[in-house]
């Protein structure tokens, strides 16, 4: 049974207090839990996303278990939006299992039915279930965030052609590459600048030059310097993950789900027309918790976020003119998207900055230097180091 949407004068627009979210948690948790109850990685998760984003903190070590009928009722007086939100963490909690039970998928899909929510990672979470891995990758971009995507887009990624899809190349588009190079010439402290570090840094490509990264993707790059994250896997998680969050249209959502399906549980083979499946990276090593904390701190920060330039309280960060804001102050352009700082929490528990010891892979500094050498120069990393 569907629970309606509610009427202008019956919406709950405040925060939720801490009843609400003890009891939404306590749904989700029994809505994502497989036969044996929450994995450790999934209650960190949990544990982590509530109080970041309510400020209300939970506890999933024991629990009483609830009814989808009963989750759905709790969320009753909530908008569409609200809605959307609390199912994208329920699949959130649910795609870090591998394998993933198709009882679990199936409840998230009532969830959603229940609440009116037309959510397209359901269906990808029910693939991953089904083992169909192929026609989930298809469904990423038949429901995801670049499902609409048009030749039209690249005017921001400054493209000399037009690309076909969202995630294509461009390797020969030398003015591409010229306006890349040209942000080294800006002044230190600016958002330009550090871009143009971080990729002599690490021997990146500039976009426009063989082995570079698609347009599109490059534009998350920026969100590295802007948002003082590392380039490690775990740092392009907790990159996406505020991506995701600060994008209203919900679609944004599957960003987030594509780098978890890659660098958590491999679902996903490639993405974004570069990344690679790398396993275990919020579970690995003993990093669970530190990552549930790393992921959550990221969503936070990206929910606070909007433009102050323009009034909206959505910020898509890849379909930014980051040309145009590349002169500007790093911290001007924080305060212009209301980007706060990171909580002392996630900074304790590894998220490094692009400068800063674990903000860089070993192989980023064997290819920077091996760069710097080919261009005869000195090699400098800006404080950057694998530990």
Sequence with gaps: MVVPLPGPGEVKLTRPDAAEVTATARGIASVVAPAGGLTDLQRMLLEALFPAMTEHRVDLSHYEPMRVDELAEVLRPRNLAFRTRGVQVALLAALVLR?????????????????????????????????????????????????????????????????????????????????????????????????????????????????????????????????????????????????????????????????????????????????????????????GHAMALRLADAMRRGAWCQDRETGSDSVDFLRQDWFALAPLPLDEVRARFNLRPKSPEAIAAGSAGPWAPGGITPFQLKTGRAMAADDEREYASYGASPD
């Design 99 to 287: 394998p993933l039970p198709a009882d679990v998928a199936a409840r998230i899909g009532v969830l959603a039915q229940m609440l009116g929510v037309d959510e397209g990672m359901v269906e990808v979470a029910q693939r991953f279930a089904a083992g169909s891995l192929g026609l989930a990758a298809i469904d990423f971009e038949r429901n995801g965030y670049t499902a609409d995507w048009h030749p039209d887009d690249r005017h921001e990624l400054h493209t000399s052609h037009e690309l076909a899809s969202a995630w294509d190349l461009a390797v020969h588009d030398p003015p591409l590459a010229e306006r890349w190079a040209a942000l080294g010439s800006l002044p230190a402290g600016t958002l330009g600048h550090g871009v143009w570090r971080l990729y002599r840094a690490r021997g990146f490509a500039f976009p426009g030059l063989p082995g570079s990264a698609p347009p599109l993707l490059a534009q998350h790059d920026w969100l590295h310097v802007l948002g003082d994250y590392g380039t490690r896997v775990e740092s392009e998680v907790e990159v996406f993950a505020l991506i995701a969050r600060a994008n209203d249209d919900m679609r944004a959502f599957s960003l987030l789900a594509m780098v978890v399906s890659l660098f958590e549980t491999g679902y996903l083979r490639t993405g974004a027309g570069l990344f690679q499946a790398d396993l275990g990276h919020l579970s690995g090593h003993s990093a």
